[in-house]
Nanobody
Framework: VQLQAYGGGLVQAGGSLRLSCAAS????????LGWFRQAPGKEREGVSF????????YYADSVKGRFTISRDNAKNTVYLQMNSLKPEDTAVYYC?????????????????WGQGTQVTVSS
């Protein structure tokens, strides 16, 4: 059972990145999915969450209107499209899967975690 996050990198402020997280060893159909991030010296925080059906999503206020979470169950993958990036978005981004239907917001509700991908936004 593994989640593999990728797509991070270095981008200038105002730019875009698309993160992907692919699952192996299990199917994501019955899992809610989430993206979290941890900036240097800060605690890990929730960024965006999506229900197992994809019909419900949640965004942290800091990314609302700029980030979009989506999922493709056929590809066993969840995405995070990040637009209008700001230097304060710099962090390691983690994907996570929670068995259940809802777009869970709490870290303890998640069962599986990816290894993280670095996003660096330069000013």
């Amino acid at each position: 059972v593994q989640l593999q996050a990728y797509g991070g990198g270095l981008v200038q402020a105002g730019g875009s990145l698309r993160l992907s997280c692919a699952a192996s060893g299990f199917t994501l159909d019955y899992y809610a999915l989430g993206w979290f991030r941890q900036a240097p010296g800060k605690e890990r925080e929730g960024v965006s969450f999506i229900s197992s059906s994809g019909g419900r999503t949640y965004y942290a206020d800091s990314v609302k209107g700029r980030f979009t979470i989506s999922r493709d169950n056929a590809k066993n993958t969840v995405y995070l499209q990040m637009n209008s990036l700001k230097p304060e978005d710099t962090a390691v981004y983690y994907c996570a899967a929670a068995e259940g239907l809802e777009p869970y917001a709490k870290q303890y509700e998640y069962d599986y975690w990816g290894q993280g991908t670095q996003v660096t936004v330069s000013s």
